[in-house]
């Protein structure tokens, strides 16, 4: 089974500061995603990435950017972290082709204080 | 752009009825619809999806109905079960990419 992998369960940061997100997988997947999930709102896209350097944003990209230098890495930052971007945040992969599935990391629940 | 749009937000049911989930969707190009389930804690995971080109899907207690016509898709539950209790997400694909666009949830909790 494919695993993906976020590096942190718990994050709690201060307004203001820089944040890094990881999520690595071992597949060789081309596709990666990064939502937010928040009560009411369901998964809301941020960014994705099809490939090494490639990055498209998704429905909510303001406050936020995203690196991929290798294609089992990608990694989300808050430039300067707010208060509302206090949520969880799933990483997501997916083979080539949208009929293929996700299959989600295990979350990152972030506190801005 | 593409919107999913899912109800009820929540849902109670006793244990063995019946539990339907309902999602619409804007993209009339929109040919993928996957469900997830995601349990307290944990990751969401596929539970059951559906492509255009067909009607009914079903695995066991658990079926998908699609409505090309109306643009809108169901899930069923038979026989619930206590650990049928979570939160269930519909989603489309936007045409032309590999990106999901997610209903914003329903919390189904299956009564003892």
Known sequence: ?113 | GENVEQHPSTLSVQEGDSAVIKCTYSDSASNYFPWYKQELGKRPQLIIDIRSNVGEKKDQRIAVTLNKTAKHFSLHITETQPEDSAVYFCAGTTSGTYKYIFGTGTRLKVLA
């Open chain 1, 1 to 113: 089974d494919v695993k993906v992998t976020q590096s942190s369960r718990y994050l709690v940061k201060r307004t203001g500061e820089k944040v890094f997100l990881e999520c690595v997988q071992d597949m060789d997947h081309e596709n990666m995603f990064w939502y937010r999930q928040d009560p009411g709102l369901g998964l809301r896209l941020i960014y994705f990435s099809y490939d090494v350097k490639m990055k498209e944003k998704g429905d909510i990209p303001e406050g936020y950017s995203v690196s991929r230098e290798k294609k089992e890495r990608f990694s989300l930052i808050l430039e300067s972290a707010s208060t509302n971007q206090t949520s969880m945040y799933l990483c997501a992969i997916s083979l080539q082709g949208p009929q293929n599935g996700y299959t989600f990391g295990s979350g990152t629940r972030l506190t801005v204080v």
